[in-house]
């Protein structure tokens, strides 16, 4: 007796075109990573942060409306904090741009460089699943006996990975701009902060999608899920540990390209330059109290120092540097008072030709930088893409 | 003749310095086709050129009337495959599976899902559908192979190996399933073996592969008939007695293992054997007509090879 009961029926219906089995391959990749519980807490995690983001955005928001509830019951326990709302209030009529734009874009930076470490730890989970997995199992041979071309594949696959990075880092960054914008006091908001927003678009779009090569690279490296992990491990944390071998202070300044070997150095000057956020920082300068003091600047100072530590660290390296020999040079204080009215004048003119010497020195130094940057990224992610090229080229 | 649904015209492989493929050029109808040949004959690689899942080194290859360099993708939407190899997606339910295999095929979902139970009902899979794949036995992996080679209901399908593996029952189900899609549902099949009999069993033409080249292409029927004049006879007892008999006419006969007593008889049909038990009262159980002829087609093609 046999056990078929199922008769065999023709299937009459009309085929979904490619995308919608490229969506397929992504989907399945994604679904399957998801249901790894590391992966799923990370996401989870990612989301929770998405939320304080949006706390402490309303929080701000609520700083600059003086007819907020916050401002309210602020003014009732401390009645100087209303004048100070009522100021931030004035200045935000005054100049939105600035007094909105700017704080929510240097927050962004924030943000976009805080949630850049879950990404990387969720795709440590994920990248010995991407391809090696299929490679291992001899999955690879049911795709390309299937209507899917090895591109179509690869896209797919691609596909996953930007979607699983859209979950820990591009999804909670706009969903919180959005959510804050929402609950900010005026519609305006949405217009006034922009900025952050296409700066978070450029800095994470621009990551994700080099990642997402890199990624496809690693895992086409081999079929031993141990082996892909090490290297993506050795990818990462060398290139870490050997961002120090070239940092400024390093002795051996002829290691500086060494920096570049780091794929987190690298995108991490593909965000100051999207962000800039030590530029915004001085703007922020602009605005001081009545007692002195400059709330809004000294208030984001330390997100704005953990982003662009390295440019504090050029610029206090080359200052040191150029003020050396000068302090070294004998100073001529004069003695009659017309002498010494001369040589304070000419003390000035010298420390402002010391900060212009600075300022290009920092500058030559940022644009060598980012070009060195530039070029690292577009070398790891064409390495990638050959490795890619060279596995899939005969199968 | 129908339009063949396989066409390939001096297609060859290299791998390295061998030639896996050597100019292999044939036209086949649709039915239900025998691929045999030795271990390492090239039978997986002409398979595998055909599915592009190997690129060509020469020549080219059509199916179902397209060229397979050209439009690949749109080939294999209507060309079901069961490799030889266990090949899984880890970590995935035997329905899940399917109805993912269904939908790289272009179903959608909700037809996909359906379309996917039914084939693994078709297949004779009960609730192991509902465990991870990695975990299936050798017989359950055959079934869930050929499920997910059907489930997008191809025109034509190719199953490499389906019977390794199994036990003489699933062996036999695999085999009626197979037969029932070319019989009963006109869905051309491809059966690359070495295992003669169950070749011999369901298929209705033959391409013999060795050395990477095509050495037979011919229906079955028309094999069988070159190796006339051989039969074997079942016969109760007597066996020796049978044998001396049939000698005694100039014939050469032997007693196999199996008690039946083979005889080459030379004639075109039974005919003149009948006439010859008739006229000496032999009443034979049962006489079998032209048997292993295909395995003496197979030796034949090989001996002529080398």
Known sequence: ?395 | MSQPVIESEAITKLYGTQRALDQVSVRVPPGAIGLLGPNGAGKTTFIKCLLQLQPLDGGRAALLGRDVTREGREIRKRVGYAPEQDCHIPGMLGCEYVTYCAQLNGLPYYDARQRAHEMLDFVGMGQERYRAVDTYSTGMKQRIKLAQAIVHDPEIVFLDEPTNGLDPAGREQILELVQSLWVRHGMTVVLSSHLLHDVDRICDQILIIARGRLLVHDTLQNLKSRRVGVAEVVVMSGQAALKELLETQGMRAEVLSNGHVRVEHGGADLTPLLGLFRRHQVRPLEIIPSPNALEEVFLQALSEAV
């Open chain 1, 1 to 395: 007796m046999t056990l078929i009961e199922q008769p065999y029926r023709h299937w009459l219906g009309e085929h979904q075109g490619i995308w919608a089995r490229r969506r397929v391959i992504a989907q399945t990749t994604l679904e399957a990573w998801l249901a790894a519980p590391w992966i799923k807490r990370t996401v989870f995690g990612c989301w929770t942060a998405c939320l304080g983001m949006v706390a402490l955005l309303f929080i701000l928001s609520q700083f600059v409306d003086s007819k907020s509830a916050l401002a309210e019951w602020l003014g009732q326990e401390n009645p100087s904090t209303l004048l100070l709302i009522g100021m931030l209030e004035g200045w935000l009529k005054q100049d939105p741009e600035l007094v909105a734009g700017v704080p929510w874009a240097l927050l962004f930076g924030f943000y976009s460089f805080a949630l850049f470490w879950p990404t990387l730890l969720v795709l440590t989970m994920a990248i010995p699943r991407v391809i090696s997995r299929d490679l291992a199992t001899r999955a690879i041979v049911i795709y390309q006996a299937k209507a899917v071309s090895k591109w179509d594949y690869l896209m797919g696959k691609a596909g996953a990975l930007l979607g699983l990075m859209a979950l820990t880092w591009l999804g909670p960054l706009v969903v919180a701009w959005f959510a804050s914008n929402l609950m900010a006091p005026t519609w305006t908001f949405f217009w006034h902060t922009r900025g952050a927003l296409g700066s978070l678009l450029v800095f994470v779009g621009f990551s994700i999608v080099f990642l997402t090569i890199l990624a496809l690279g690693l895992s086409s490296v081999s079929a031993k899920e141990k082996a892909v992990t090490t290297t993506w491990l050795c990818v990462w944390l060398l290139g870490w540990g050997l961002e120090g071998l070239g940092s400024v202070d390093s002795h051996n300044e002829g290691a500086g390209w060494l920096r570049h070997l780091s794929f987190r150095y690298n995108l991490s000057q593909v965000q100051r330059r999207a962000f800039d956020p030590t530029e915004k920082l001085q703007r922020l300068r602009e605005f001081k109290s009545p007692d002195g003091t400059r709330p809004l600047s000294e208030g984001l100072m330390p997100f704005t120092r953990i982003q662009d530590l390295e440019g504090y660290e050029i610029e206090r390296h080359v200052r040191r540097r150029l003020r050396s020999p000068r302090e070294a040079m004998p100073h001529d204080h004069g003695d009659e008072p017309g002498e010494a009215a001369a040589a304070q004048q000419r003390r000035e003119r010298e420390e402002q030709a010391l900060q212009n010497q600075v300022r290009a020195e920092v500058s030559r130094l940022r644009a060598s930088r980012w070009n060195g940057a530039l070029t690292g990224l577009v070398m790891m992610a064409g390495v990638s893409a050959l490795i890619v090229w060279v596995r899939f080229r005969k199968s």
